[in-house]
């Protein structure tokens, strides 16, 4: 049976430890918080206090329950109050140095039958235990920030933390109404481990200039459901907390170059520029401490992005395909008042494209989001054809055939035969390179990428992909099409895997890989994923929807072009599509859904 815990001892009472003396207070746990300073006792009393009463201010936490749960609370000056506690969760910042030295102390002054146990999110709990005497009483509680908030705790054990105390630390997680995943003593457990690389890359992505802060965050934001992008999300973490954690991860971590810091972190870091605590980071900030972002030398401007400089009139758009992708982007463009020309291969395709089209207009009057007039008026706008020829007189083409190169090249001649001068050739590919399309032609400068995402009606985001070709017109009149299609374009070079997927597949490559190392299961990643960053879906979960087969060929492609070796794809993935789990659409992936 779990010991209970009666009384709790907080050392560090910053954001994240003020949080978890406000958990353990907010479920009948008597707490004594202790700071190495008066002053910085008050600080972290009046962060306390302050989140109270944003809890009261909402309706999320009654006045008497406030009061009941301040009342739990003691504050004391000096790790020598702690003699009597039966738990000390440590919290201060992450330095491995001083995380030794208070639990040293804390072993000499804690009653023997005391946990120790530390808050750190990537430095070794094992380190920081061999300085006690008690190395088996010794643990890691990783909260996310805001604790009272964020439902996932990760569990550290050491090789030599004693089952008992882990058991113990599981059922007062549950105490805590938390979900708890517990695992082994590695860099960056499984949340950071996977976390940071992703932040690390889209820093990279920004220092190279390759897209815009904006874009790369309203991309991941708009193509992946995200609750925040990723150099927004550095700069609520903070630049230097970010920095040193990946430091940490890289030098215990195999030196992966993954998380080796990007140099422009520490140049941030260096500068004084950590977010949104110093009030500028990535970007600015209304002023230290405030989540109100203000323009800066970067932001851009509103007026010339409207104006769409050099944009060519566009009123008619050819669409070329008949898959799911083609069939939403014939519907977006027809409700958006453009003229389509659909043009797929034979006339029983055709007819499917069509009905395809009018079954999803049907279903958005049953749902009240198209009315009957705008559904046939949509309708009214497409010509259907088999023949490549009605495209001579449009003024756009959108291509959206099979992701196969030597096809879309194919596609694409015949297209610089047929078309008119000044026509804008539009690739949707996701992962093959528009330039080799644009060279299929003798207008290169007129061919851009138009990444839509799936389903083409409802997703908000296109990337629009310029080549080293792209004249500024054509990227001007496809930015004022996304624009009039009500979509957020993002501008992005001619990449492997442009933002989204570039940023998306090695993050889910690096999950399928801390799977196969045994060092958790795939539902305690997906929670931890889910529970503790926010994702809408774990890495699993989507890995299955999205298609293993699919998942690992934009792996490979990414891994040719950048030759990064923590790119590789993960054995595992290649073994699973080997023998035909491909996920959802087969019934097996890494989840089994034959039953489901």
Same mark, same amino acid.
């Given at each position: 049976?779990? &010991?209970?815990?009666?009384?709790?001892?907080?050392?560090?009472?910053?954001?994240?430890?003020?949080?978890?003396?406000?958990? *353990?207070?907010?479920?009948?746990?008597?707490?004594?918080?202790?700071?190495?300073? #008066?002053?910085?006792?008050?600080?972290?009393?009046?962060?306390?206090?302050?989140?109270?009463? &944003?809890?009261?201010?909402?309706?999320?936490?009654?006045?008497?329950?406030?009061?009941?749960?301040?009342?739990?609370?003691?504050?004391?000056?000096?790790?020598?109050?702690?003699?009597?506690?039966?738990?000390?969760?440590?919290?201060?910042? %992450?330095?491995?140095?001083?995380?030794?030295?208070? *639990?040293? %102390?804390? /072993?000499?002054?804690?009653?023997?039958?005391?946990?120790?146990?530390?808050?750190?999110?990537?430095?070794?709990?094992?380190?920081?235990?061999?300085?006690?005497?008690?190395?088996?009483?010794?643990?890691? @509680?990783?909260?996310?920030?805001?604790?009272?908030?964020?439902?996932?705790?990760?569990? @550290?054990?050491?090789?030599?933390?004693?089952?008992?105390?882990?058991?113990?630390?599981?059922?007062?997680?549950?105490?805590?109404?938390?979900?708890?995943?517990?695992?082994?003593?590695?860099?960056? *457990?499984?949340?950071?481990?996977?976390?940071? =690389?992703?932040?690390?890359?889209?820093?990279?992505?920004?220092?190279?200039?390759?897209?815009?802060? %904006? #874009?790369?965050?309203?991309?991941?934001?708009?193509?992946?459901?995200?609750?925040?992008?990723?150099?927004?999300?550095?700069?609520?973490?903070?630049?230097?907390?970010?920095?040193?954690?990946?430091?940490?991860?890289?030098?215990?971590?195999?030196?992966?170059?993954?998380?080796?810091?990007?140099?422009?972190?520490?140049?941030?870091?260096?500068?004084?520029?950590? =977010?949104?605590?110093?009030?500028?980071?990535?970007?600015?900030?209304?002023?230290?401490?405030?989540?109100?972002?203000?323009?800066?030398?970067?932001?851009?401007?509103?007026?010339?992005?409207?104006?769409?400089?050099?944009?060519?009139?566009?009123?008619?758009?050819?669409?070329?395909?008949?898959?799911?992708?083609?069939?939403?982007? @014939? %519907?977006?463009?027809?409700?958006?008042?453009?003229?389509?020309?659909?043009?797929?291969?034979?006339?029983?395709?055709?007819?499917?494209?069509?009905?395809?089209?009018?079954?999803?207009?049907?279903?958005?009057?049953?749902?009240?989001?198209?009315?009957?007039?705008?559904?046939?008026?949509?309708?009214?706008?497409?010509?259907?054809?088999?023949?490549?020829?009605?495209?001579?007189?449009? /003024?756009?083409?959108?291509?959206?055939?099979?992701?196969?190169?030597?096809?879309?090249?194919?596609?694409?001649?015949?297209?610089?035969?047929?078309?008119?001068?000044?026509?804008?050739?539009?690739?949707?590919?996701?992962?093959?390179?528009?330039?080799?399309?644009?060279?299929?032609?003798?207008?290169?400068?007129?061919?851009?990428?138009?990444? *839509?995402?799936?389903?083409?009606?409802?997703?908000?985001?296109?990337?629009?992909?310029?080549?080293?070709?792209?004249?500024?017109?054509?990227?001007?009149?496809?930015?004022?099409?996304?624009?009039?299609?009500?979509?957020?374009?993002?501008?992005?070079?001619?990449?492997?895997?442009?933002?989204?997927?570039?940023?998306?597949?090695?993050?889910?490559? /690096?999950?399928?890989?801390?799977?196969?190392?045994?060092?958790?299961?795939?539902?305690?990643?997906?929670?931890?994923?889910?529970?503790?960053?926010?994702?809408?879906?774990?890495?699993?979960?989507?890995?299955?929807?999205?298609?293993?087969?699919?998942?690992?060929?934009?792996? &490979?492609?990414?891994?040719?072009?950048?030759?990064?070796?923590?790119?590789?794809?993960?054995?595992?993935?290649?073994?699973?599509?080997?023998?035909?789990?491909?996920?959802?659409?087969?019934?097996?992936?890494?989840?089994?859904?034959?039953?489901?």
């Amino acid at each position: 049976m779990a &010991r209970e815990f009666r009384s709790v001892g907080v050392v560090g009472l910053g954001t994240m430890g003020a949080g978890i003396v406000e958990v *353990f207070a907010r479920n009948g746990i008597d707490v004594l918080a202790v700071e190495i300073s #008066d002053a910085a006792l008050e600080r972290g009393r009046s962060t306390l206090t302050g989140s109270t009463d &944003r809890a009261v201010a909402k309706g999320k936490l009654s006045p008497e329950d406030r009061d009941a749960l301040q009342s739990r609370i003691s504050f004391a000056v000096g790790l020598d109050a702690l003699h009597d506690v039966d738990l000390v969760v440590e919290a201060v910042p %992450e330095k491995l140095e001083l995380k030794r030295q208070i *639990f040293a %102390e804390l /072993d000499r002054i804690c009653k023997p039958t005391a946990i120790l146990a530390t808050n750190t999110s990537s430095l070794s709990v094992t380190e920081i235990s061999v300085a006690t005497h008690r190395p088996n009483q010794v643990i890691g @509680i990783h909260f996310f920030n805001p604790a009272p908030v964020m439902k996932l705790v990760e569990i @550290i054990r050491t090789v030599v933390t004693a089952p008992e105390v882990v058991a113990d630390v599981e059922a007062l997680c549950t105490r805590l109404g938390k979900v708890d995943v517990t695992i082994s003593d590695r860099a960056g *457990f499984i949340a950071n481990a996977l976390l940071f =690389g992703y932040l690390n890359h889209a820093v990279s992505m920004y220092e190279a200039k390759y897209a815009t802060r %904006e #874009d790369i965050d309203a991309a991941m934001k708009l193509g992946c459901g995200l609750p925040m992008g990723p150099l927004a999300l550095m700069d609520l973490i903070g630049v230097d907390t970010a920095y040193e954690i990946l430091d940490t991860m890289y030098r215990r971590g195999g030196r992966d170059r993954r998380h080796a810091p990007v140099p422009l972190i520490k140049q941030m870091v260096t500068a004084g520029l950590l =977010g949104r605590k110093s009030g500028r980071g990535f970007y600015t900030y209304e002023k230290p401490g405030s989540p109100v972002v203000v323009p800066d030398d970067q932001t851009p401007n509103a007026a010339e992005s409207a104006a769409a400089d050099g944009a060519r009139g566009i009123a008619t758009v050819g669409v070329v395909g008949s898959g799911t992708m083609a069939i939403g982007i @014939i %519907e977006v463009f027809a409700k958006a008042g453009y003229e389509v020309v659909s043009v797929t291969r034979g006339g029983e395709k055709s007819a499917r494209v069509c009905e395809a089209v009018k079954k999803s207009l049907n279903k958005g009057v049953v749902r009240g989001k198209v009315t009957e007039a705008d559904r046939d008026a949509a309708l009214g706008r497409v010509t259907w054809s088999t023949n490549l020829d009605h495209l001579a007189d449009v /003024d756009m083409v959108v291509e959206a055939v099979v992701e196969e190169l030597t096809v879309k090249q194919a596609l694409f001649a015949s297209l610089d035969e047929i078309c008119k001068p000044g026509v804008v050739l539009a690739t949707t590919t996701s992962s093959l390179p528009v330039i080799e399309c644009a060279m299929s032609t003798h207008r290169p400068a007129d061919v851009v990428g138009l990444h *839509f995402f799936n389903p083409a009606q409802v997703m908000p985001l296109v990337e629009i992909v310029r080549t080293i070709r792209t004249s500024p017109e054509a990227l001007a009149t496809a930015r004022a099409v996304v624009a009039a299609l009500g979509k957020t374009g993002v501008v992005c070079g001619d990449r492997s895997g442009f933002v989204v997927n570039a940023l998306l597949f090695p993050y889910l490559n /690096d999950a399928v890989k801390m799977l196969e190392a045994s060092y958790a299961t795939a539902d305690d990643i997906d929670h931890a994923m889910k529970l503790g960053c926010g994702y809408p879906m774990g890495p699993f979960d989507l890995l299955d929807v999205v298609g293993l087969d699919v998942s690992l060929a934009i792996q &490979r492609e990414l891994y040719l072009e950048l030759r990064e070796p923590g790119f590789a794809p993960a054995p595992l993935l290649e073994h699973l599509v080997t023998a035909g789990y491909l996920g959802r659409k087969v019934g097996r992936g890494f989840r089994d859904y034959t039953d489901r």
